[in-house]
């Protein structure tokens, strides 16, 4: 069977590839071996008049050959490359980009926790968490949902066993928080949460949740409005609008939802916004009396607030982003934005 | 729940707009998530056809001559198969914009001028109806606006109600908000009830056996109706809220259903058995035929309404089909009762029927209204289906309870809400949502909340009905500074942030992935315990939870790869659950932070060459990551898992922080990926407890240091800690560093050897070396190296 003289081919090569020292003899080197009339293009040629049956062996020793001279032919051109660009020549060429530094993101989700910790910190708040997996007695029944009774429907939950649960919101660390401490509580909870709901542009099986509660003596509507309209100028800026609504969760008596104007057409009305003007920031309310009896708190000595918000939904209320999904895809092109 | 803004104007007389209106029902909690205001209709005239021939060139269409009383008569080509001479007709000028942004223009139809276009009720957005062109009253005189006459100004509003307020799924319940936000007058509706001489109790009895289920439940009896399609006033209300007009008396239902928020249930008595209703629980395995049709076999403990021979109603939830009004029904039994919330919720659940009544009844209907709501449905259906009405109700109420007391204390308002509120603003605020001063003095108010607020229970639940009504936006925020209430020093949460810092310090990027996964991918992660399982997962593809950050990780690193990145480096932080019997909730949750290394180490450059990821290099972030945070005496022990080609857990103090390795191939062939993939996890509440925190700074020396590079031979088989350790082993206080700079194999060197090279370096803090000295410690490793592992020095 006829084969190419790699070892020979590759020795010729080897010393011809010492002599190549600058951009022209490498250029010279690229044509004895790899250009259009060069050793390997040659090579290919003669395969022609060979029997079929020993095409396949020869072709791929040619490739070898080939893929031999191409490797070492580069480096040598990069070496020579990148030799040139640090002398001090005219020819210098500070049009080429520099070398390339892979840089980290944190996820953008991360991000605005972090933001909203650093703001709540600032306020006095400390960090609590709380099990991803929950009995039916925290995730429910201590926060005041009776059994039974539509609020359960309000949050479509993942059961483990009858019951145990996947945590349908972050107000369970609530109870756990309150009972493991005394007034005053002053604590921000973030964390995943779990909704038995089909994964689309809106909604995700899985989220995460930022809860906060304050409880001491003397605590007031005006006080729960006071920190969450100073939180929300924190957030987005010292020219948003807030609104208060009354609202309704079973753990909460009076419950409210904070509406902060919409940040893309500043309250104009866009289609963001459908056109209200409007942007629903968090759920909210003062502490039900039940909640804080629950946990051994006497409502007529404390009171307080807890609210509520999605770090997804303020996230891509922030960013004007339209689907949820791309935070738990993993696209290094949406990720490497923020 | 929808409402119209028309019908709402029968009960309260407002003056302001709709969007008006919308605000204000949306921030005291009646959130309106949708407004929909009719159309304006300019140029829309009242013609009548003159003149109706058929086109000359096209079968279907006809050629109309209108008048809209501007003195010329309109040639319009009309496709309707009803337009005829001398109907009333809504006719589009020219110019004219219609819904959904159609505009009239001027145009000739099959070589015939046509201007204008006479409208089916669609066209007009009236209602779905297209069969024919809208015919208009004979009376309409000719040339006027269509919406000076034809009533276009309704407003329909969307509401997205809150669980907690049943009373809201009704117009009056809407309507006493508003007038209590506005401080206007209620009128609720007013009837008049013309009852014959025969008494109702002689007629029939009630009975209730489930009196958990059922505390009350009353009829009324109306003989000789005739069955016939409703007046227009009450389909076109029911048509504006969404509801399809039937017949008069299923029509005379819905509509107080809707204005008072009471399903009402009618039976044709003829199809009932006997002269007596009784109110029992379903028994095992009883089947039923509900009136759309469909079989249900019913749970047990179901409340049903029963003649003397059979079910005919499931209570509260849906009638039966045997006992259904027809067309030929003439004698009629009205039903209004009160049912358990939790019992209705049950069923409705089990049986999976939700209906319009078990909506209310789950909430909580008003046990107290069912005079007033009889009456109310009488008093339609005779109007509109005539009959007699038999005298009195049969109502039985053996288990009612009473209306809740409500003591309010002042200061308690003043002290929630955070502002102070007068005496007269909270009287008037309750009393317009009809709670009921019983008694008063100077610190507080006794009041009985009426009973179609189940939600009212406590002082705290009228306190959010004063500050709602009031309106949140209303009480002045606090500005009252927070002082911090102690300062943390152990805060794991920016230890947390710490960790994450320093990966995106080394170029990795954040992920988050899902935490449920389907099995097979779940697999992957090599764990021998069985995963913790969703029992009623949303797909199968969600139902296991994640005992390992890997699975999803590589699935990402995957997703990467398939679009063109040829260097994927990222790092996720995140809670994995695995099965744990002792804790309270079955299941062990713990904190890692997880790296997965794919490709190229850094990304394409025109200079220099480009290496991929390969196990030292994971090992070498490994290391890094670990000494920038802390930890500099790690020990590696390999390990195995199935999903691990190359596994070393990470331990420091005898205590294992995690594992790193190599993703073995069977696991990555599902993912068409051609490089090696590298991952490391450690778990994050170990490091927070064994970081080190203090760091004992040592001063650099000012004295020049000595390098030195020793290379040993040794055998190919050999462990290069071995080696490692006698630098170890010798370190005196001037070597103050010591790593292998090289290990090279080939000729000269025999087959079976390696050589290694140490780079050294010594240095003094108090003086300048000798040459000399280092030379004497370089020979005293040497010779250890020789003795005990036979290393010789490679010259």
New interface residues.
């Given amino acids: 069977m006829t084969l190419p003289d790699n070892d020979n081919l590759r020795k010729e090569f080897d010393s011809d590839l010492e002599n190549s020292i600058n951009l022209p003899s490498i250029e010279e080197l690229r044509i004895k071996y790899l250009g259009r009339k060069g050793i390997i293009a040659s090579l290919m040629e003669s395969m022609k008049d060979l029997p079929d049956k020993e095409k396949p062996v020869f072709g791929k020793s040619v490739n070898e050959l080939k893929k031999y001279f191409n490797t070492n032919y580069e480096?040598a051109l990069?070496k020579a490359?990148?030799e040139k660009?640090s002398d001090s020549s005219p020819d210098f060429d500070n049009t080429?980009?520099g070398?390339?530094?892979?840089?980290?993101?944190?996820?953008p989700?991360?991000q605005v926790w972090?933001e909203i910790?650093d703001i709540f910190t600032r306020?006095?708040f400390?960090?609590a968490r709380g099990?991803?997996?929950?009995?039916e007695y925290y995730n429910f029944s201590a926060l005041n949902f009776p059994?039974?009774?539509?609020?359960r429907?309000?949050q479509d939950t993942?059961?483990?066993?009858d019951d145990?649960m996947?945590r349908t919101h972050t107000s369970p660390v609530q109870i756990r928080t309150m009972l493991s401490t005394t007034p005053?509580v002053?604590v921000i909870v973030p964390g995943?949460v779990?909704r038995?709901?089909?994964?689309s542009a809106r909604s995700?099986?899985?989220f995460n949740q930022l809860e906060g509660l304050y409880i001491d003596k003397?605590i007031?509507?005006?006080?729960l409005?006071?920190?969450l309209?100073s939180f929300a100028k924190q957030l987005l800026g010292s020219n948003v609008k807030t609104?208060?609504?009354?609202?309704?969760f079973p753990f909460t008596?009076?419950?409210?939802?904070m509406d902060v104007s919409c940040i893309i057409c500043e309250g104009k009305g866009c289609r963001v916004c459908k056109r209200t003007g409007w942007l629903e920031l968090l759920g909210a309310g003062?502490v039900?009396?039940n909640v804080l009896r629950n946990v051994g708190y006497d409502?007529e000595v404390y009171?307080g607030f807890a609210w509520g918000l999605g770090i997804e939904r303020t996230t891509m209320m922030r960013y004007g982003i339209k689907d949820i999904r791309y935070?738990?895809?993993?696209?290094?092109?949406f990720?490497?934005q923020f | 729940m929808k409402i119209s803004l028309n019908w709402l104007s029968k009960y309260i007389n407002i003056s302001k707009s709709p969007e008006e209106i919308s605000d204000l029902l949306?921030?005291?909690?009646l959130?309106v998530s949708s407004m929909k205001t009719g159309n304006s209709f300019d140029g829309v005239l009242i013609g009548e056809v003159k003149e109706c021939v058929k086109h000359p060139n096209a079968d279907k269409l006809s050629l109309c001559k209108v008048d809209i009383g501007t003195g010329e008569e309109l040639s319009i080509v009309c496709g309707a198969p009803n337009v005829k001479t001398g109907m009333k007709v809504p006719v589009a000028t020219v110019g004219t914009i219609l819904p959904g942004d159609f505009k009239i223009k001027k145009a000739k139809i099959r070589g015939e001028e046509s201007r204008g276009m006479i409208c089916s009720e669609k066209e007009l957005q009236i209602s779905d109806s297209h069969e024919g062109i809208m015919v208009l009253p004979d009376e309409w005189k000719i040339g006027t606006p269509f919406s000076d006459l034809y009533d276009t100004s309704d407003t329909l509003i969307e509401l997205d109600l809150?669980?907690?307020?049943p009373d809201a799924l009704s117009h009056i319940g809407v309507a006493r908000d508003l007038s209590a936000i506005l401080n206007l007058d209620l009128q609720k509706p007013s009837f008049k009830l013309d009852e014959s001489k025969v008494e109702a109790s002689s007629e029939y009895t009630v009975e209730i056996e489930d009196q958990v289920g059922c505390p009350r439940f009353a009829v009324r009896i109306i003989k000789n109706v005739k069955i016939d399609k409703s007046p227009e006033w009450l389909s076109k209300s029911l048509e504006a809220v969404g509801i399809r007009s039937i017949n008069n008396i299923v029509d005379a239902s819905n509509y107080v259903l809707m204005e008072l928020g009471h399903p009402i249930h009618t039976f044709d008595m003829d199809k009932l058995s006997g002269n007596k209703i009784i109110i029992r629980s379903s028994s095992k395995d009883e089947q039923v035929v509900t009136l759309d049709g469909i079989k249900h076999k019913l749970p047990e403990d179901t409340v049903l309404v029963c003649d003397e021979d059979k079910p005919v109603g499931i209570g509260g939830i849906m009638g039966l089909q045997n006992s259904e009004v027809s067309d030929d029904t003439t004698n009629i039994l009205i039903e209004c009762a009160y049912f358990d919330?939790?019992k209705i919720?049950?069923s409705s659940k089990k049986l999976g029927l939700y209906t319009e009544a078990s909506k209310r009844f789950?909430?909580g209907c008003d046990p107290n209204d069912i005079e007033f709501v009889l009456d109310r449905v009488c008093s339609i259906i005779l109007e509109s289906a005539g009959g007699e009405l038999s005298k009195g109700i049969i109502d039985i109420f053996p288990s009612l309870k009473d209306k809740v007391k409500i003591k309010l204390r002042y200061n308690r308002v003043n002290?929630?809400?955070?502002?102070e509120v007068s005496e007269s603003t909270i009287k008037d605020i309750l009393g317009k949502l009809e709670f009921e001063i019983i008694s008063e003095n100077d610190d507080n108010i006794e009041l009985l909340v009426p009973s179609f607020r189940p939600?009212v229970e406590?002082e705290?639940?009228v306190?959010?009905e004063v500050?709602?009504i009031i309106g949140?936006?209303n009480?002045?925020?606090?500005?009252?500074a927070?002082?911090?209430?102690?300062a943390?020093p152990d805060?794991?949460?920016s230890q947390n942030?710490k960790l994450?810092n320093m990966?995106?310090?080394?170029?990795?990027?954040?992920?988050?992935?899902?935490?449920?996964m389907p099995y097979e991918l779940w697999k992957l992660s090599g764990d021998i315990d069985e995963p913790?399982?969703?029992?009623?997962?949303?797909?199968m593809d969600?139902e296991c939870?994640r005992s390992s950050l890997m699975p999803r990780?590589l699935?990402?690193v995957s997703?990467?790869f398939n679009?063109q990145?040829k260097?994927?480096?990222?790092f996720e932080?995140?809670?994995i659950?695995a099965p744990d019997k002792k804790s309270?909730?079955?299941?062990k949750?713990t904190h890692k932070i997880a790296v997965i290394i794919a490709g190229e180490i850094?990304?394409?450059?025109?200079?220099?060459?480009n290496s991929s990821a390969d196990y030292f290099f994971l090992k070498g972030v490994v290391e890094a990551y670990l000494k920038a945070i802390g930890f500099s005496t790690v020990t590696f022990a390999e390990s195995s898992n199935s999903s691990y080609h190359k596994r070393y857990d990470i331990i420091n103090n005898g205590s294992k922080l995690g594992f790193m390795g190599e993703i073995s191939q069977p696991v990555l062939n599902g993912f068409d990926l051609e490089v090696g993939v590298f991952y490391f996890e450690l778990e994050v509440d170990l490091l927070f407890k064994e970081m080190k925190k203090d760091i004992a700074f040592i001063e650099p020396s000012k004295y020049p240091s000595i390098m030195r590079d020793l290379s040993f031979i040794v055998e190919d088989s050999m462990q290069s800690e071995k080696l490692t350790a006698i630098f170890e082993g010798t370190k005196t206080d001037l070597l103050k560093s010591y790593k292998i700079s090289s290990v090279y194999k080939g000729s000269p060197l025999n087959e079976n050897e390696k050589s290694i090279t140490y780079h050294l370096i010594f240095s003094s803090n108090e003086r300048t070396l000798e040459e000399s000295e280092i030379d004497k410690i370089c020979e005293g490793i040497i010779n250890v190296a020789s003795d005990s592992l036979n290393a010789n020095l490679r010259v």
């Fill in positions: 480096s990069k490359n990148s660009q080429l980009p070398v390339e530094i892979p840089l980290g993101k944190k996820h989700l991360t972090e910790l306020m006095g400390e960090v099990p991803e997996v929950e009995t059994e039974n009774h539509p609020a429907d309000m993942l059961y483990i066993t145990t996947l005053p002053r995943r779990y038995n709901e089909a994964i995700y099986c899985v003397g007031s509507l005006a006080d409005k006071g920190t309209i609104r208060f609504r009354a609202s309704y008596e009076p419950s409210a939802e003062m039900d009396p409502p009171s935070f738990y895809d993993g696209d290094l092109r990720l490497e | 949306t921030m005291a909690g959130e809150t669980p907690n307020r919330p939790g919720r049950k789950e909430r002290s929630v809400i955070g502002m939600d406590r705290i639940d306190i959010e500050a709602r949140y936006d009480i002045p925020p606090s500005e009252h927070l002082i911090p209430l102690s943390s805060n794991n949460e942030i994450k990966l995106v310090g080394f170029g990795f990027n954040e992920i988050y992935t899902n935490s449920l913790i399982r969703v029992t009623n997962p949303i797909s969600m939870l990780m699935e990402v997703y990467n679009r990145r260097s994927v480096k990222l932080d995140g809670i659950i309270e909730t079955g299941v949750e850094s990304a394409g450059n025109w200079i220099g060459e």
